[in-house]
């Protein structure tokens, strides 16, 4: 029974590879008979040999011919008397079946001879997708003496879920007499997290609107930020008198505070179309990619920061998480990005955005919808922003068409034109006052936000 691994909340992302390791063994193969077990190339060579120089020294009766096949027929004979009647336990213990990007796990295969009879193992482990396996041969090999444990690992190169095939193993007896054919384990399944990188923001947004959290509100309360100081009112605290001030003044004056709140913030991951090429987490990105490690990212940041954090994926309905707050929500928020793929769905049914939130939007911008989308959250009275997934080298149409297929001046103007529409958009954007920020790891919206709690924080006049 394969038990499960839960993922711990770690620090940071260099802090990753030391998840433990959780092994599944798999039941043993059945025993085999000994016709199971089939003559290698060797003995059969040796067989031949000895058979042939046996006939032709009846038939030409030559005993010097047969004194040279003596080795040739003593290698038969003992092979026949070494025949191996059953195949070895074997075993398969697999390491954490959920890891994240740029970690590595490992496939440990146990092989026990109680015969004593086999002399040689190799294992071989098909790739798996984005499943790097090491060595880059996918092969192990040892002598086999009673016991015998190797090892493949595998390192997670992107993320998603991913069917590892069967683990192959040959076995040869002694002097390479006899062979077993494959022995193929049952597969196993790997979910591989996106990585979060360093992110860090600034300890502002927009409008903190909860009752408990990390964030300096706007209103007067309990907490260790200074505001000001006032005079003393009735119900304030003895330790809360500033008694330097209170000493120059005929009353008495109080520090007053700023409350500390928590907000609401909602990630929009635009994933209905996967644009430039994914080179895994050490090489190029994708705009999926993009998208999918700064939502992790950002989700993880927020999360820490004792906000609630609900994901939308406008590609896809079914990939939505509500709000909510904690570790146990950050898992659930990493399980269903893994999952996110390109869909052209237009229509997604969003959960209801409570006025002050902070909506983050990763999308490339090429669909006019995008915008539509965030005019509602603006008038709503929330805060937007729209953190650009698009990679740098799709800005140029003619490299764009360079990398595509057919007519290379057609895909540029046809390029051109949908960078034409994003431009648009972007410009729709700025009339709304949503910011408009590219991914660049930590700080990528220390900037932005504090511009964003600026405006907020800005008197309004009502009509």
Known sequence: MTRSTSITWPDRMRNQASLPILSATEPSPAMVTAESWRMSPALFGALVVAGLATLAAVVFRRPDVLLLAVPFIGYVAWAAGTRPSTRPAVAVRVGTRTLFERQQTDLVVEITDAEKRISMVTVVQPPAGWLEVMPVSGAVNDQLVGSQTLTLTLRARRWGVFD??????????????????????????????????????????????????????????????????????????????????????????????????????????DSREDLGWSGGVDNSSSSLDIAVRAAAAVAEHYLRQGDRVSLVDLGAGRRTVGSGSGRQHLRKILDVLVDAAANRAE???????????????????????????????????????????????????????????????????A???????????????????????????????????????RIAAAPRIRR
């Not at 209801?352 to 959250?377: D, H, K």
């Not at 149409?397 to 290379?408: L, Y």
């Open 164 to 269: 590892v095939s069967p683990v192959s193993i040959a076995l040869m007896s002694q002097l390479a007499a006899w062979r077993l054919p494959l022995i193929e384990t049952s597969g196993t399944r790997i979910k591989v997290l996106p990585a979060r990188d360093d992110f860090e923001a600034v300890n502002a947004v927009p409008r903190p609107a909860g009752l408990v959290g990390f964030h300096t509100a706007r209103r007067p309360g309990d907490s260790g930020e200074l505001a000001g100081v006032r005079q003393f009112q009735a119900g304030d605290r003895l330790k809360r008198i500033n008694w330097r001030v209170s000493s120059r003044m005929p009353e008495l004056h109080v520090n007053s505070t700023w409350s500390e709140r928590d907000t609401e913030v909602q990630i929009w991951i």
């Open 347 to 413: 229509s997604v049914r969003r959960a209801p955005i409570r006025p002050g939130s902070l909506v983050i939007m990763l999308s490339p911008l090429l669909y006019v919808t995008a915008a539509g989308q965030l005019v509602e959250v603006v008038q709503r009275g929330s805060s937007a922003i729209v953190i650009d997934t698009l990679p740098g080298g799709l800005t140029d149409p003619a490299r764009h068409a360079a990398a595509g297929s057919g007519d290379p001046e057609l895909a540029a103007l």
């Open 415 to 453: 390029w051109r034109l949908r960078l034409t529409g994003r431009m648009a958009t972007v410009l729709e954007l700025a009339e709304l006052g949503v910011p408009l920020v590219s991914w660049s790891g930590p700080g990528s919206l220390d900037e932005v936000l504090r511009d964003v709690s």
